[in-house]
Nanobody
Framework: QVQLVESGGGLVQAGGSLRLSCAASGSIFSISDMGWYRQAPGKQRELVATITSVGNTLYADSVKGRFTISRDNAKMTVYLQMNSLKPEDTAVYYC???????????????WGQGTQVTVSS
């Protein structure tokens, strides 16, 4: 089993910052891409940012220049530094990781339980 545990969400005023963390644990042989997605009320889940195992990153246009994704492979942890937050960033943020549980396994998607980020105007 693979578990992803997020932390760092909360309530912040517009213009403020938050840092999300997501630690993977369990029976993990290797982790490929890790990322953050978000879902606002009444909307579909959308990609925020992803990072490969060697550090290549991809961002949604709406967060470019404000959010930074990073990871610590030794700790199996991915981070999301969110600066200049806007009310439209309000959502539940989900961590995602593509993991192999054994060397013979295929890559599978795993998700965290989500952490609420609320930005007040």
């Amino acid at each position: 089993q693979v578990q992803l545990v997020e932390s760092g969400g909360g309530l912040v005023q517009a213009g403020g910052s938050l840092r999300l963390s997501c630690a993977a644990s369990g029976s993990i042989f290797s982790i490929s891409d890790m990322g953050w997605y978000r879902q606002a009320p009444g909307k579909q889940r959308e990609l925020v940012a992803t990072i490969t195992s060697v550090g290549n990153t991809l961002y949604a246009d709406s967060v470019k220049g404000r959010f930074t994704i990073s990871r610590d492979n030794a700790k199996m942890t991915v981070y999301l530094q969110m600066n200049s937050l806007k009310p439209e960033d309000t959502a539940v943020y989900y961590c995602n990781a593509e993991c192999m549980t054994t060397r013979w396994d295929r890559l599978r998607d795993y998700w965290g339980q989500g952490t609420q980020v609320t930005v007040s105007s």
